[in-house]
Nanobody, 124 residues
Framework: QVQVVDSGGGSVQAGGSLRLSCLVS????????VGWFRQAPGQEREGVAAIGSDGRTTVADSVKGRFTISKDNAKNTAYLQMNTLKPEDTAMYYC??????????????????WGQGTQVTVSS
């Protein structure tokens, strides 16, 4: 049974940093794709960053230069390092994973396994 547990959210002031973690367990393949999505109140869930099964990374234009995604296969954990946070980054952040290779950010439907979400709040 695959489980995805995301954590690391919190409240910070604008300009601050947070690192989100995504622990993936039970996945049978040695490599897998991981994506980070976020959803603000009243907004659709949008892709933020993704790392493919081949290690290639994709970052949304809205966070490019500020957010970095990485994955430690030995720890089955992916990370989203978020720097220079802005109030508009406030949202619930979700980690998603799948065994198949996903190109770019991928769509919501392409990821079969989702975390419960972790809240990020950035105050001005």
């Amino acid at each position: 049974q695959v489980q995805v547990v995301d954590s690391g959210g919190g409240s910070v002031q604008a300009g601050g940093s947070l690192r989100l973690s995504c622990l993936v367990s039970g996945i049978t393949y040695s490599t897998y794709s991981v994506g980070w999505f976020r959803q603000a109140p009243g907004q659709e869930r949008e892709g933020v960053a993704a790392i493919g099964s081949d290690g290639r990374t994709t970052v949304a234009d809205s966070v490019k230069g500020r957010f970095t995604i990485s994955k430690d296969n030995a720890k089955n954990t992916a990370y989203l390092q978020m720097n220079t946070l802005k109030p508009e980054d406030t949202a619930m952040y979700y980690c998603a994973a799948d065994e198949k290779r996903i190109y770019g950010l991928g769509t919501l439907a392409q990821y079969n396994y989702w975390g419960q979400g972790t809240q990020v709040t950035v105050s001005s």
